[in-house]
T-cell receptor, first 110, second 115 residues
Framework: QKEVEQNSGPLSVPEGAIASLNCTYS??????FFWYRQYSGKSPELIMS????GDKEDGRFTAQLNKASQYVSLLIRDSQPSDSATYLC??????????FGKGTRLSVIA | ETGVTQSPTHLIKTRGQQVTLRCSSQ?????VSWYQQALGQGPQFIFQ???????GRGNFPPRFSGLQFPNYSSELNVNALELDDSALYLC??????????????FGNGTRLTVT
């Protein structure tokens, strides 16, 4: 069974700091990796996608992928209170459905 | 372009009842996926519809069923509701979910409460 593991948190960081969110996955054949942000009571919103080993930057967000270690992470620079949310890691393998982790709750303290 | 829309936004049902949730896919998208998200959990795949046919199903009992219509909108039906069916039900559409350039974009979800 394909699994995606995340630390449930909460992860607390001060405003302006770097938040680091981590995710591991079990299926070595996984090809596509996504980070979703979910505010309380709302639906998940796609914020990053990454497909190749290395880093991908988009504004304050950087996704990092290491397929050999089956590890994907999300860095949020200059964290803001508005970044406080649950971050879901999701993994795709070929034509199989997207598999989600349980999410990590991030709290940015002003 | 219009995004994915779901209705209703909230619903309260009694154990044993039946419920129908609706989803309108994003323009140009022919595939609809349904997910169930219980409180404190990640979304769990229920099933996917492509061109009106179910083409993938997660570990959910047969009382969870669906339909996709020619305009690619979709319904999720749940019979004999149980308390554990209380969750946020998410619909996502895509043009080809198997390809890397087609990530899932979710609608606002339907919050179902079973009492």
């Amino acid at each position: 069974q394909k699994e995606v593991e995340q630390n449930s948190g909460p992860l607390s960081v001060p405003e302006g700091a770097i938040a680091s969110l981590n995710c591991t996955y079990s299926d070595r054949g996984s090809q596509s990796f996504f980070w979703y942000r979910q505010y309380s009571g709302k639906s998940p919103e796609l914020i990053m996608s990454i497909y190749s080993n290395g880093d991908k930057e988009d504004g304050r967000f950087t996704a990092q992928l290491n397929k050999a270690s089956q590890y994907v992470s999300l860095l949020i620079r200059d964290s803001q209170p508005s970044d406080s949310a649950t971050y879901l890691c999701a993994v795709h393998s070929g034509n199989t459905p997207l598999v989600f982790g349980k999410g990590t709750r991030l709290s940015v303290i002003a | 372009e219009t995004g994915v829309t779901q209705s209703p936004t909230h619903l309260i049902k009694t154990r044993g009842q039946q419920v129908t949730l609706r989803c309108s896919s994003q323009s140009g998208h022919n595939t609809v996926s349904w997910y169930q998200q219980a409180l404190g959990q990640g979304p769990q795949f229920i099933f996917q519809y492509y061109r009106e046919e179910e083409n993938g199903r997660g570990n959910f009992p047969p009382r969870f069923s669906g339909l996709q219509f020619p305009n690619y909108s979709s319904e999720l039906n749940v019979n004999a509701l149980e308390l554990d069916d209380s969750a946020l039900y998410l619909c996502a559409s895509s043009s080809n979910p198997g390809q890397r350039n087609s990530p899932l974009h979710f609608g606002n979800g339907t919050r179902l409460t079973v009492t």
